[in-house]
């Protein structure tokens, strides 16, 4: 199942501290939780691909995961039940992170079967049960919108945009080249006024996109 709305980018949002895995045992089937934050849908899905390629060799993998695009504010949505009686397991895992108000992060259920069918419900208090207990080892908070901005100058200007980026504390990556571009996640609510700063800076010098 996939869903989409839109919302405004610049609101705080609750998400997970950390990655976290929990399991337990009901009626002979083992489930466990894994959870992780994520900032863009190719994460989650490639989180998604991790788990179940480590665990090939359970019954069931059943993925969810809450996104917001930060480009667009799309809130993306999706679960899949993975095999399990339709709405017992993938809708109860979204359902938690929906009701917690969870943003950018996924969680895939791993199930080993146990030989013994626990029916709809317990299926459905199983699965929201992993997702509860991962979120909850993985602890939640509050956290703002970001956006990739790329910053190409001259050698020249480099030490100039550097120290700006170091001073305004935001995440950036730099590639030393024929020219040096910077990959900075920055929040949306700042990235106009470092846009700002950076031009001015350089005399408009750098390219920014």
């Given at each position: 199942m996939a869903r989409w709305g839109c919302?405004?980018?610049?609101?705080?949002?609750?998400?997970?501290?950390?990655?976290?895995?929990?399991?337990?045992?009901?009626?002979?089937?083992?489930?466990?939780?894994?959870?992780?934050?994520?900032?863009?849908?190719?994460?989650?899905?490639?989180?998604?691909?991790?788990?179940?390629?480590?665990?090939?060799?359970?019954?069931?993998?059943?993925?969810?995961?809450?996104?917001?695009?930060?480009?667009?504010?799309?809130?993306?949505?999706?679960?899949?039940?993975d095999g399990e009686p339709t709405g017992s397991a993938g809708k109860p895992a979204l359902n938690v992170l929906t009701q917690r108000d969870l943003e950018n992060l996924a969680v895939v259920v791993t199930r080993y079967y146990g030989g013994t069918n626990l029916g709809v419900g317990g299926l459905v208090r199983a699965y929201s049960r992993a997702v509860k207990e991962a979120v909850d080892a993985a602890g939640v908070i509050e956290e703002h919108p970001h956006e990739r901005l790329e910053i190409t100058v001259a050698y020249d200007d480099s030490?100039?945009?550097?120290?700006?980026?170091?001073?305004?504390?935001?995440?950036?990556?730099?590639d030393y080249e024929a020219v040096v571009t910077f990959d900075v996640r920055v929040p949306v609510a700042a990235a106009d006024a470092l846009r700002d700063r950076i031009r001015s800076a350089t005399s408009d010098r750098a390219t920014l996109e």
């Amino acid at each position: 199942m996939a869903r989409w709305g839109c919302a405004p980018v610049t609101d705080a949002y609750h998400t997970i501290a950390e990655p976290a895995t929990t399991a337990f045992v009901v009626r002979g089937s083992e489930f466990i939780g894994h959870v992780r934050p994520v900032e863009d849908l190719e994460a989650a899905e490639a989180f998604i691909s991790s788990v179940e390629a480590e665990y090939d060799d359970a019954t069931h993998n059943v993925p969810a995961y809450r996104v917001r695009t930060d480009a667009e504010g799309i809130l993306r949505e999706y679960s899949s039940d993975d095999g399990e009686p339709t709405g017992s397991a993938g809708k109860p895992a979204l359902n938690v992170l929906t009701q917690r108000d969870l943003e950018n992060l996924a969680v895939v259920v791993t199930r080993y079967y146990g030989g013994t069918n626990l029916g709809v419900g317990g299926l459905v208090r199983a699965y929201s049960r992993a997702v509860k207990e991962a979120v909850d080892a993985a602890g939640v908070i509050e956290e703002h919108p970001h956006e990739r901005l790329e910053i190409t100058v001259a050698y020249d200007d480099s030490g100039t945009v550097r120290s700006i980026l170091e001073s305004e504390g935001v995440a950036f990556e730099a590639d030393y080249e024929a020219v040096v571009t910077f990959d900075v996640r920055v929040p949306v609510a700042a990235a106009d006024a470092l846009r700002d700063r950076i031009r001015s800076a350089t005399s408009d010098r750098a390219t920014l996109e």
